[in-house]
């Protein structure tokens, strides 16, 4: 069962995709585009594979993208922050809602969207913080993250 949610009107976080019904609930919500932020070891213990979510998403007209981050690493959500936001804004450019998600929704997915506020939306990172956190309480990204977008925004 998906936990999501919506933090602005085209972009959702959250929970893994586990099967089909979490698919049919994405579609239900207008979700045309997924970017997946799980790597190989959170499928491998959710009992999970990439292309079996791949092909359940694509039964439903979802694009689903991959781009694996390491859980509880900084240094690889910030090494691949860049590529994470071209990719979000590759799937919004498409039209309908994007769902972004690691496996809790917590970090990752979450840093991924500040990111994208901050570097796309040209929102300060306290506004873009405040923003998703009243959305997703439970939202809790890397304090190195928030520093590494304040100091791209400075630079």
């Known amino acids: ?26 579609k239900k919500l ?8 799980q790597d190989d070891e959170n499928l491998r213990r959710a ?14 007209d979802i694009d689903m993208r991959r781009i ?8 690889d959500l910030i090494s691949k922050l860049d590529r994470c936001v ?14 972004v998600h690691c496996t809790a929704g917590i970090n990752r997915s979450v840093g991924v969207v500040l990111g994208y506020l901050v570097i796309r939306s040209r929102m300060s990172v306290d506004v873009a913080f405040k923003l998703v ?4 309480p439970q939202a809790n990204p890397y304090r190195s ?3 590494h977008l304040q100091e791209r925004l400075a630079g």
């Open 1 to 26: 069962m998906l936990n999501l949610s919506i933090v602005t009107r085209e972009i959702l976080v959250g929970t893994q995709v586990s099967g089909t019904e979490d698919f049919d609930s994405l």
């Open 30 to 37: 207008g979700v045309g585009g997924l970017l997946s932020l």
């Open 47 to 60: 009992g999970l594979r990439w292309d079996v979510l791949q092909k359940a998403g694509a039964e439903r």
């Open 68 to 75: 694996p981050i390491i859980d509880f690493d900084s240094g």
């Open 86 to 99: 071209t990719e979000l804004d590759d799937l919004l450019s498409e039209g309908g809602r994007v769902y």
């Open 133 to 136: 956190q009243s959305r997703r």
């Open 145 to 147: 993250l928030l520093t």
